[in-house]
């Protein structure tokens, strides 16, 4: 035998030369969840170790985070049932606490990355990404619902904002009312091939935010498709896009790895809540090894195709990283 792999696997240090993907924190984007009010850390139940937050509590949250590492988090409002309506009107209002969390944390860490939340649900009476009329979601007049919550996160200071409605035409149609109001510098990171999945239960119960009726298979993507990730790629990127999105990531690894060789600009992957609920409960059943089975999983990712992958696990892979575990 001339050739023995076992050879590039005898050391660490050999192991480490012959490595094909490195996973680095600032690929990482940790997703939050908002809660108006004070003094608030809320566990998710279905999602152990994260928390709503109220914005006091967040802020020494934040930047602990960014002291190990983590220069991007996504955030996400939970909002209270009294302040939503059929046209998630308090989205764009004056007094939304979100805005005002996201130009607060600007405000307090110029230099760290805030990503935004595109998307009706969070606002919506009918828990719906899109407007409903008849029971039907509505496309074409979701469109300047999406554009104005835009404008409204763009003037608050976010860097990038994230459309995960799915509705035709957003991402178009969001980037011009963005140029229009003189925000031409501010990315988009489209949910490009978000599917109809199963896995989004403990975002929905951490921002009480399920459909009221029905479910949102007529807008996500239908889990059995793989070449219609491709026209919405083709579309996203047409439409301006800066990243396109897989979401979920695990159960899609194929999608991300397609994305990946057809399209030349950065592919995310979204590790969804329910993922990393079902590592998390395996590990607190004694069925995995936490800290062995997080990062192969966030590793596994990268390996598809992800040059920036969202996860509930960011705070505590950069954890890890510190403590020199990995
Ligand atoms: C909705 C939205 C969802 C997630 C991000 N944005 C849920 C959904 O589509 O119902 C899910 C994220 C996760 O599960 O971690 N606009």
Redesign the pocket.
Known sequence: MHIRPRRNRKSAAVRFHAQETHLHVGQLIY?LFLFDGKNIKEEVKSLPGNFRWSLDRLIPEVESCMKLGITTFVL?PAVDEKLKDKTASYSYADDNFYLHAIYTLKEQFPECCIMT?V?M??YSSDGH?GFVHDGQIMNDETLPILAKMSVAQAQAGADILGP??MMDGRVGYMREALDESGFTNVSIMS?TA?YASA??????DALD??PKAGD?KTY?MNPANKKEALIEAQLDMYEGADYLMV??ALPYLDIIHLLKENCDIPISA?N???ECAMLIAACQNGWLDYEKAMPEMLLSIKRAGADVILT?FAKSFAQMKADGKL
């Open positions: 997703p996400f939340d998307a649900d969070p990404d995960s409605d949910y978000k896995f989004y239960g403990p975002f929905r935010s399920a949102k996500q979401k979920p979204y969804v809540s329910g509930y």
